[in-house]
């Protein structure tokens, strides 16, 4: 269990490299309702400190849904991307998908597919465990631009979404979601609880209805955890593991912001990231950018740091400063 207050309450973001951001900004902003909230580059020399050296400077836009402040998407832009996109399967290793709600998901479909991004199969329904009953799902797999796996679920009951909360009659929320498939999955619920998050849904199940959406063998058992503060919080983390004999691609050591297309880091704001980056080293994780301050048009005025799970996840731990920044030529919106 976490010993002392919770660091961090969800993900703020999911990092996602892209070739270009038109196709993103056509998908996101013209079809699910997403906006720009701020666009400009993240110096050279700030890049560098957070996701490794010879990227020079960055181009970023950030995308949030209603103006939440979490759920939201950091697009980076790479010129010259280590390999080309591909889109994780279920039983690859690594960052797989993000979730979103949707009020019709055949209306998503149709939409999405009408910009040329097919789906993995059309929209499912299948049941999962939930205590001693089961509870119907309804989701589809849309294959987005750069390797971006977009996951529409329409909720039977719904948790509360910032979006939503804001504006009840919009489509689609900001992303309730973000999934990782990891091998030692109780290695990484020690990691998150360490930093606050606990649990609340962990359960071995198989389900013909999944197999047939995912691309899983018959009979497949997956063990899903969700992850989430303890407020709820909109944006969980949706961790994978599957137990039996079958293996995809290990995708980890190629997702590396600002060098790789597609879904490739989480976000997380936290009140105090001294305090974060000690209990992450003590939960099996380890710092892989020191502490430093910056201001980008992603974070704002921020001290960040990067640290990687224990199952090699890549994430961003930042702490907003007090003032609210000014830098010229930036189109930045503080987050607070």
Not at 64 to 79: E, W
Request: a negative charge.
């Amino acid at each position: 269990m976490t010993s002392g207050p919770p660091l961090v309450e969800g993900v703020t973001a999911a990092v996602v490299g892209v070739a270009a951001f038109e196709p993103h900004l056509e998908l996101f902003c013209g079809a699910l309702g997403y906006e720009v909230a701020a666009a400009g580059v993240v110096a050279a020399a700030d890049a560098a400190r957070l996701w490794g050296e010879g990227l020079g400077d960055v181009e970023t836009r950030l995308l949030t849904a209603a103006g939440a402040d979490t759920g939201r998407l950091h697009l980076l832009k790479v010129p010259a991307p280590a390999a080309g996109a591909e889109h994780p399967h279920t039983l690859d290793l690594g960052l797989a998908g993000v979730d979103l709600y949707t009020r019709d998901i055949h209306a998503s479909h149709a939409r999405t597919a009408g910009l040329g991004h097919r789906w993995s199969g059309g929209p499912s329904t299948y049941e999962v465990p939930l205590g001693e009953r089961s509870v119907r799902v309804t989701e589809g797999f849309c294959l987005g631009p750069d390797g971006l796996d977009i996951v529409f679920v329409q909720p039977g009951n719904a948790r509360g979404t910032a979006a939503w909360a804001v504006d009840p009659g919009r489509p689609h929320t900001e992303l309730t979601s973000v999934v990782a498939h990891v091998p030692d999955l109780d290695a990484e619920l020690r990691f998150w609880d360490g930093l606050g998050l606990s649990a609340w849904y962990d359960v071995t199940f198989s389900s013909p209805g999944l197999e047939e959406l995912a691309g899983l063998p018959p009979g497949t058992e997956v063990r899903l955890a969700l992850v989430a503060g303890a407020g709820g919080g909109t944006t969980r983390i949706e961790l994978v593991t599957v137990p039996g004999p079958a293996r995809g691609v290990d995708r980890r050591a190629a997702q590396r912001p600002g060098r790789a297309l597609g879904h490739t880091a989480w976000s997380v704001r936290t009140g105090d990231l001294d305090a974060a980056l000690s209990r992450a080293g003590h939960a099996g994780g380890r710092v892989v950018r020191p502490p430093f301050e910056a201001v980008t048009p992603l974070h704002g005025a921020a001290r960040l740091a990067a640290v990687a799970t224990p199952n090699g996840i890549h994430v961003e731990l930042w702490q907003c400063a007090v003032t609210a920044p000014v830098a010229t030529g930036l189109n930045i919106r503080p987050i607070h």
